[in-house]
């Protein structure tokens, strides 16, 4: 029964980002009453960010082959990604009127390739289906343990308390105005993101709610985000900006291939976000990591310092490298930057320093400018219906669980499948 001054719904939805907003369809769609509560003045903005440059929503390798992409993922996070795949958030797509098609690389994308006409069709869903949507909300946390809880019961330690079915939480909000609010309702989800990109919604404020109440959160670190380089000045004003494209990246024991790009303070793109947890470790362990660019990944060593013994002799170094050694102007620039200018003379020192550019990379960009952000709730704190186990009626989706991913899709598809795996633990705890 509603108390008095408080406000009602079945469930809550905390955070209108993809997550939260896919909870709410799947369980408006069987007539669960659901409310969504959002901070800002709009719902969808990250998503809506994600597509500024095409919304690359999932990849279309194979299952066993996409799992890969979330390292040692727990068997949680794995289930719910074969449970809702991605040719089940595709076939969403196309149900909304908004059919899906593979990129050259394998992403996948709307075939009108922004986010915007995907998010009108999907809230004008939400809108026939009743789900409410309060904006300008920012939840602060929960007063008591529920109106239906017995008093005695509050004397308990807080990781002792269990709610049975039929039990409710209080939620409490600061309103439009400010104004104190709260909610009841007999299931929350929690769908509040990390904490990168914050002018969005995403601050990572809720992550000291949730150790208040005992809930084991790892600290929220920048993910397929850049890091810093102490480059020359010399360097920034030529090279900031520019592409080095085609190479491979080697920290420690991990490497990838694809690009980075040169910034006014270090390397960032996707072959530098694909060895984030490697650099991390590294920095956490000698804070520093090394970094080396492969900038001919197709060649063995032998073949690049046969070519370049080609060299004619007025050639200059940088001739050389240009000319025979098809290095371009930044990878050059990456060269003089890790010998301070000091370019070796002889054929295979040079040929060795080609392959082998190393990088001293000095710490991780701040977290509001990463893409991603790595840490979260432990996947031991929920259990297989992603509810925390310390706060039964509670579940947890998307970005605040710990599990991390690059880009190319699989950041939303993972958002995408804690949340109707998510949605599905909300009906059976409801038993609807």
């Known amino acids: 029964m509603e108390a008095p001054g408080v406000d009602a719904t079945r469930v809550a939805v905390i955070g209108g980002g993809p997550g939260g907003l896919m909870v709410a369809e799947r369980l408006a769609a069987v007539g669960v009453a659901v409310t969504v509560y959002e901070q800002m003045p709009s719902v969808g903005r990250k998503f809506l960010l994600a597509g500024r440059g095409g919304l690359n929503l999932t990849h279309s390798e194979s299952p066993d082959r996409l799992l890969t992409r979330y390292g040692s993922a727990s068997p949680t996070l794995a289930g719910s990604i074969a449970g809702f795949d991605a040719d089940a958030l595709r076939a969403w797509c196309a149900d909304l009127g908004e059919p899906t098609f593979v990129g050259s690389s394998g992403r996948v994308f709307p075939e009108s390739f922004r986010a915007t006409p995907l998010l009108r069709a999907w809230l004008a869903r939400l809108g026939e289906l009743g789900v409410q949507v309060r904006v300008r909300h920012r939840w602060t ?115 990838s291939r694809g690009e980075a790009v040169v910034t006014d303070t270090g390397l ?119 509810m925390l186990v310390r706060r039964p009626g509670v579940f947890v989706v998307g970005e605040m669980l710990d599990w991390e991913a690059p880009t190319g899709g699989y950041l939303l598809q993972a958002t995408f499948s804690t949340a109707v795996a998510a949605a599905t633990g909300v009906r059976e705890w409801l038993g609807c």
Not at 199 to 215: A, I, P, Q
Not at 220 to 238: C, D, I, K, P, Q
Not at 272 to 296: C, K
Not at 354 to 377: D, F, H, M, N, W
């Open 141 to 255: 946390g929960w007063q008591g343990f529920g109106v239906n809880q017995p008093e005695s019961d509050l004397a308990h330690d807080r990781s002792s308390v269990r709610l049975g079915r039929g039990g409710t939480q209080l939620l409490t909000f600061e309103g439009p105005d400010g104004a104190p609010t709260t909610v009841e309702a007999d299931a929350v989800v929690l769908a509040l993101g990390g904490a990168s990109w914050p002018r969005v919604g995403s601050d990572g404020r809720w992550v000291e709610t949730l150790r208040g109440e005992g809930v084991s959160v790892s600290d929220l670190r920048a993910a397929n985000s850049g890091f810093a380089v102490e480059w020359s000045a010399t360097f920034v004003e030529r090279f900031s900006g520019m592409p080095v494209k085609n190479v491979r990246l080697s920290c420690g024991e991990a490497w």
């Open 268 to 386: 960032e793109g996707g072959g530098i976000y694909a060895l984030g947890p490697s650099i991390r470790g590294r920095l956490d362990f000698d804070g520093y990591a090394e970094l080396l660019i492969d900038l001919q990944p197709d060649r063995t060593v032998e073949q690049v310092a046969t070519r370049l013994a080609k060299r004619r002799p007025k050639d200059s170094v940088s001739s050389v490298l240009s000319r025979t050694g098809g290095v371009s102007g930044v990878g050059i620039g990456l060269m003089r930057e890790a010998t301070q200018n000091r370019l070796p003379s002889s054929t295979d020192a040079l040929a060795g320093l080609i392959k082998q550019v190393p990088i001293r990379l000095t710490g991780a960009e701040p977290i509001g400018r990463a893409i991603s952000t790595a840490g979260g709730v432990a996947f031991e704190e929920i259990d297989e219906r992603f």
